[in-house]
């Protein structure tokens, strides 16, 4: 096989892809495996490995014909040493040098970006931010972070951890999110949205109201994909906690417009899969919240590459690698 590729991982506290391509945001081969971080980091570090040798091996390729691995995972972690740092979802992975680990396994340039950082690049080079100059992405999954893009360019801050709305109290009380009660990834992220799940279902049992949220759960505890299923059935009870998070979600998108000014805001996660379901409330609150010439100059939308953002986001975090490296090569 001649030409270069790029292989991509999205780590997610759920599960975790590895991609390869060889023409962004094409993908050649993918799969996919659950991150399982309560067994520690090592069974995926090594399934990863094992996938991007398989990968390889299937389009007749060696090591030396990786360009770039990009990996993608929630914060914290440092883009600058490579390091992931036991973010809120994968509380084992505690200082893991995921970028030493694959360089010395696949002797190649690897880079390591948050995912909502990467998911902004993503949206910005290939989805519903093309042609914006300032936009923001925010993830929307088990945890819930923004990815910033000012005049074209992703935005690090002083120490790469801007973005960090999930961390910004709201309530005073509510939903624990990145270890804080009442906070935006307490109150709009999936893990947040089933904790107000139980909160309602209980309420709700100890009144006699029947929901078909609870049908099938069993003795596991309810989950986002659970209440968006039941909601998008139409069960009230489930739509009811949906509109909960999404007004939630509008208040937090208000800081971002009145902070940043942007062109666009793209969601991924929940809002690709619940749509106005969570939108709806969400503009709503966008709309109470935040200045009006801020609001009406701002697009809120899921994101355009749909699924597919977490698979593209790491590629272009590859790609990102790729175009640094020949700049230097070029200055050099």
């Not at 992220?189 to 209980?202: D, N, T, Y």
Request: glycine residues 12%.
């Amino acid at each position: 096989m001649g030409e270069n590729l790029w292989a991509g991982v999205d780590i997610g506290g759920t599960k975790t892809a590895v991609v390869l391509s060889s023409t962004p945001p094409q993908i050649l081969s993918r799969t996919e495996f659950p991150t399982a971080p309560e067994l520690g980091p090592e069974p995926a570090i090594r399934q990863i490995k094992t996938a991007l040798h398989a990968m390889l091996a299937a389009h007749g390729a060696s090591e030396a014909t990786f360009d770039a691995i990009g990996v993608s995972c929630g914060g914290p972690l440092n883009p600058k040493t490579g390091v992931v740092q036991a973010p809120p979802n994968l509380p084992t992975w505690i200082e893991v040098p995921i970028v030493d680990i694959l360089a010395s396994e696949f002797h190649c340039r690897v880079s390591l970006q948050n995912d909502a950082n990467a998911g902004a690049v993503a949206e910005h080079r290939f989805g519903a931010g093309r042609g914006m100059h300032n936009m923001v992405f925010l993830t929307l999954g088990t945890g819930f972070g923004a990815g910033i893009i000012i005049d074209d360019r992703l935005y690090r801050g002083a120490n790469d951890m801007a973005g960090e709305i999930g961390h910004v109290r709201l309530t005073r009380t509510g939903p624990v999110g990145y270890h804080k009660a009442g906070s935006a990834e307490g109150w709009a992220s999936g893990g947040g949205m089933a904790q107000i799940a139980e909160r309602v279902l209980k309420a709700a049992e100890r009144s006699g109201r029947k929901t078909v949220l609870r049908d099938g759960l069993e003795s596991r505890r309810a989950t986002a994909r659970d209440v968006g299923a039941a909601a998008l059935a139409g069960d009230a009870v489930a739509k009811r906690i949906v509109r909960a998070s999404g007004r939630k979600l509008g208040e937090a998108l208000a800081i971002l417009v009145d902070i940043l000014n942007p062109e666009c805001i793209v969601l991924g996660g929940l809002a690709m899969r619940l749509g106005e379901l969570l939108l709806g409330p969400a503009r709503e609150s966008l709309q109470k919240e935040a200045l009006k010439q801020s609001v009406g100059a701002c697009i809120v939308t899921p994101a355009l590459l749909g699924e597919r953002i977490g698979d593209v986001a790491a590629l272009c975090i590859a790609m990102e690698a790729s175009s640094i490296a020949a700049s230097d090569a070029g200055r050099g």
